[in-house]
């Protein structure tokens, strides 16, 4: 199995400043024919489930603010919230399915 | 507006077998281009995903759990349903139904765009 490794495991940062989310893989997730990244960003807030966000690693689901964006390619993947809000405070998953679907272990998100 | 709700008894004895269903509204469950597909979440843990089916009947497990589970579909109900089988205390989650894309022509299944809000399943006797 391709595992997902996520760093840090939580982080604060202050209202309307930048939260970086970095997440590796254990191998490769870049499909060569299609030169796609099979890797999608999920955001879940306490009692809720979780939503995607970004897919094929820098593509914004719809609806989703443009405050999110995801980059990387390969094994080295990042989320990046601009300018976080209020109602960014959340746990943040990456997923990979170039194999058999994996996740990393979630990054905790709060406000400093 | 696409909507799907996880239903099932919320409590299993240690080695019995726990049963998931389901219902999906908003939509048909026979599109082709979706898997539709099964991931649980251990309280304060992270997310694993379990399987999925098509309204085919095709299905892929998760190999940690394939001796343990069946996914199965009914289009005329537009359900689809989770069993595990000889549960035990780690088996207890939040189980959640997703939508899944499949992309057709390279028979390759992605990411989750529609989850339902989860079943909590406690396994205690």
């Known amino acids: 199995d391709i595992v997902m490794t996520q760093s840090p495991d939580s982080l604060a940062v202050s209202l309307g400043e930048r939260a970086t989310i970095n997440c590796k893989s254990s191998q490769s997730v870049l499909y060569g024919s299609s030169n796609k990244n099979y890797l999608a960003w999920y955001q879940q807030k306490p009692g809720q489930p979780p939503k995607l966000l970004i897919y094929?690693?820098?593509t914004r689901e719809s609806g989703v603010p443009d405050r999110f964006s995801g980059s990387g390619s390969g094994t080295d993947f990042t989320l990046t919230i601009s300018s976080l809000q209020a109602e960014d405070v959340a746990v943040y998953y990456c997923q990979q399915y170039y194999g058999i679907s994996t996740f990393g272990q979630g990054t905790k998100v709060e406000i400093k | 507006q696409l909507q799907l709700q996880e239903s099932g008894p919320g409590l299993v004895k240690p080695s019995e077998t726990l049963s998931l269903t389901c219902t999906v509204s908003g939509g048909s469950i026979s599109s082709g281009s979706y898997y539709w597909g099964w991931i649980r979440q251990p309280p304060g843990k992270g997310l694993e995903w379990i399987g999925s089916i098509h309204y085919s009947g095709s299905t892929y497990y998760n190999p940690s759990l394939r001796s343990r589970v069946t996914i199965s579909v009914d289009t005329s109900k537009n359900q689809v349903s989770l069993k595990v089988s000889s549960v035990t205390a780690a088996d207890t989650a939040v189980y959640y139904c997703a939508r899944r894309y499949y992309d057709t022509s390279r028979s390759q299944r992605y990411y989750f765009d529609y989850w339902g809000q989860g079943m909590l399943v406690t396994v205690s006797s």
């Open positions: 094929w690693a820098s």
